[in-house]
């Protein structure tokens, strides 16, 4: 079978065609993995790090093929590509190198000078590493490095929707000083995926939709497999506009949020719930904002909105936008294809007259949408931000912080900010509910793909 890669930017045309893998080729990279899986974890820590560090070097020759490759695959503006690789790839490389030595260290828990008992940190053995489109080198190196960095060795199927990124991304795994079977590539679709997940592997890493989330925990769940998962799924999360915020200061930022990669985030900013007194404001300065977005060719440096990742993401949204309006959502800005543009085109969207039973609301909005709803109370704020399935991440903008720190913890979700306050790598990345199981980066991070041992002994 070949799976065939398109351009959504360009009416789908044909980039090229990769392999999909067999069964029989997903049981003998599993079986690679294997077999190299203890030399790789009795290589240390120390060693595993330096030949990684030569990794990201080979990485750093192939940053324009790269840039270009995920602009051509899934239609993400180049000026966005290219801050992908210098910003989200590099940074987080570079921060899981640095600490991870000092996540991974023996942790004496009990001490009276006759017994001493400590935490170890060992490797589970084969991970399976399956991740989205929307964002391909940042994910790779969510997935990948730190679980090759605590000793797992890795079985990896990137999207169906950019395997020639996810070609290259091998060939530079390959040609690197990593031995044989310590990183394995298959390629496919979701099928694909489940082949490697019911396979005889030990942990299962995982950054999708809810709904694929949902069915893979069940396989892994099951009496004859029962291993464990870390997943980051889907999630729709709320910013809560105060009325005295000076809104000014956030437009950029709310607008960036919601609307980098063409709204097609797990953490985007996807839902606005504003202060009455301030909602016709809040809406126009918005609007007047996304006015300005250029949606258009996303090899052209000047566009900001480029096209979404398939026809199937087109027609998904469309629905969604049109099943709300049939239930009363109201078009201030975008909401339809763009008439000059043949491709996964959709025009940056702002709704209002929002309510709970649209889809706009009820399900993650994979796409270029902001629906907008206002509120009187901080109870009913609380309640609309809350009034979702998913609880990834949340925004409160205010200047009151006794009244952040009372509704952060109210807010049913992983992560709460300030404003516009930014999240660092040390930080742990997860949700609440629907929205995954586990943690991502930070100390937790890394000990989240470790075996956790107690070494108790006298002294």
Same mark, same amino acid.
């Given at each position: 079978?070949?799976?065939? &890669?398109t351009?959504?930017?360009r009416?789908?045309?044909?980039?090229?065609?990769?392999?999909?893998?067999?069964s029989e080729?997903?049981e003998?990279?599993?079986?690679m993995?294997?077999?190299?899986?203890?030399?790789?974890r009795?290589?240390g820590?120390k +060693?595993?790090?330096?030949?990684?560090l030569?990794?990201?070097?080979n990485?750093?020759?192939?940053?324009?093929?790269?840039? =270009?490759?995920?602009?051509?695959?899934?239609?993400?503006?180049?000026?966005?590509?290219?801050?992908?690789?210098?910003?989200?790839?590099? +940074?987080?490389y570079?921060w899981f190198?640095?600490?991870?030595?000092? &996540?991974?260290?023996p942790?004496i828990?009990?001490n009276?000078?006759?017994? !001493?008992?400590s935490?170890v940190y060992?490797?589970?053995?084969?991970?399976?590493?399956i991740?989205?489109w929307?964002?391909?080198?940042?994910?790779?190196?969510?997935?990948?490095?730190?679980?090759?960095?605590?000793?797992?060795? #890795?079985?990896?199927?990137?999207?169906?929707?950019?395997?020639?990124?996810?070609?290259?991304?091998?060939?530079?795994? /390959?040609?690197?000083e990593?031995?044989?079977g310590?990183?394995?590539?298959?390629?496919?679709?979701?099928?694909?995926?489940?082949?490697?997940?019911k396979?005889?592997? $030990?942990?299962?890493?995982?950054?999708?939709?809810s709904k694929?989330?949902? /069915?893979?925990?069940? #396989?892994?769940?099951?009496?004859?497999?029962?291993?464990?998962? #870390?997943?980051?799924?889907?999630?729709?999360?709320?910013?809560?506009?105060? $009325? $005295?915020v000076?809104?000014?200061?956030y @437009?950029d930022f709310?607008?960036?949020?919601?609307?980098? =990669?063409c709204g +097609?985030?797990?953490?985007?900013l996807?839902r !606005?719930?504003?202060?009455?007194?301030i909602? $016709?404001?809040?809406v126009q300065?918005?609007?007047?904002?996304?006015?300005?977005?250029h949606?258009?060719?996303?090899?052209?440096a000047?566009?900001?909105?480029?096209?979404?990742?398939s026809?199937?993401q087109?027609?998904?949204?469309k629905?969604?936008?049109?099943?709300?309006?049939?239930?009363?959502?109201?078009?201030?800005?975008?909401?339809?294809?763009p008439?000059?543009?043949?491709?996964?085109y959709?025009?940056?969207?702002?709704? @209002?007259n929002?309510?709970?039973?649209?889809p #706009?609301?009820?399900?993650? @909005?994979?796409?270029? @949408?902001?629906?907008?709803?206002?509120?009187?109370?901080?109870?009913?704020?609380?309640?609309?931000?809350?009034?979702t399935k998913?609880?990834?991440?949340?925004?409160?903008?205010?200047?009151d912080?006794s009244r952040f720190?009372r509704?952060s913890?109210r807010?049913?979700?992983?992560?709460?900010?300030?404003?516009?306050?930014?999240?660092? /790598?040390?930080?742990?990345f997860?949700g609440?509910?629907?929205s995954g199981?586990?943690?991502?980066?930070?100390?937790l991070?890394? +000990?989240?793909?470790?075996?956790?041992?107690?070494i108790?002994?006298e002294?």
């Amino acid at each position: 079978m070949k799976l065939i &890669s398109t351009n959504p930017a360009r009416n789908y045309i044909p980039l090229g065609v990769v392999n999909v893998s067999s069964s029989e080729e997903i049981e003998n990279k599993v079986r690679m993995a294997a077999q190299v899986k203890e030399s790789w974890r009795y290589l240390g820590i120390k +060693q595993r790090k330096q030949i990684l560090l030569h990794v990201l070097e080979n990485f750093k020759l192939h940053k324009d093929e790269l840039v =270009n490759l995920i602009t051509s695959e899934i239609g993400k503006p180049i000026k966005e590509s290219i801050q992908e690789f210098d910003t989200f790839f590099l +940074q987080a490389y570079k921060w899981f190198l640095s600490n991870c030595e000092r &996540s991974l260290q023996p942790q004496i828990v009990y001490n009276d000078g006759k017994i !001493l008992n400590s935490i170890v940190y060992e490797p589970y053995g084969i991970t399976a590493v399956i991740m989205p489109w929307n964002f391909p080198l940042e994910m790779f190196v969510w997935g990948v490095i730190p679980n090759l960095l605590v000793g797992n060795t #890795v079985v990896m199927k990137h999207s169906e929707y950019c395997p020639l990124t996810a070609k290259v991304i091998e060939s530079i795994m /390959y040609e690197s000083e990593l031995p044989q079977g310590v990183f394995n590539m298959i390629y496919g679709d979701g099928q694909i995926g489940e082949g490697l997940v019911k396979s005889d592997i $030990d942990l299962l890493w995982f950054t999708g939709s809810s709904k694929t989330g949902k /069915y893979l925990f069940s #396989v892994i769940g099951n009496k004859q497999k029962f291993i464990k998962s #870390v997943m980051e799924l889907g999630g729709s999360n709320p910013g809560i506009v105060f $009325d $005295d915020v000076e809104i000014d200061k956030y @437009v950029d930022f709310i607008v960036s949020k919601r609307f980098l =990669n063409c709204g +097609q985030a797990c953490n985007a900013l996807k839902r !606005l719930i504003v202060h009455h007194s301030i909602f $016709d404001e809040t809406v126009q300065k918005l609007t007047d904002k996304v006015k300005k977005l250029h949606t258009g060719d996303p090899t052209d440096a000047n566009t900001d909105i480029g096209s979404l990742v398939s026809k199937t993401q087109l027609d998904k949204v469309k629905k969604q936008v049109d099943e709300s309006i049939s239930k009363g959502a109201k078009i201030v800005i975008g909401g339809k294809q763009p008439e000059n543009l043949k491709g996964a085109y959709f025009l940056p969207t702002i709704l @209002v007259n929002i309510t709970s039973n649209m889809p #706009v609301w009820q399900e993650e @909005v994979f796409a270029p @949408v902001l629906p907008v709803i206002q509120f009187q109370t901080e109870e009913e704020a609380t309640k609309l931000a809350n009034n979702t399935k998913y609880g990834l991440g949340a925004h409160i903008f205010t200047k009151d912080k006794s009244r952040f720190e009372r509704l952060s913890g109210r807010i049913q979700s992983g992560m709460v900010r300030l404003n516009d306050s930014p999240q660092d /790598y040390s930080a742990p990345f997860g949700g609440f509910k629907m929205s995954g199981i586990g943690r991502e980066h930070g100390e937790l991070g890394f +000990q989240e793909l470790t075996q956790i041992k107690v070494i108790a002994i006298e002294k």
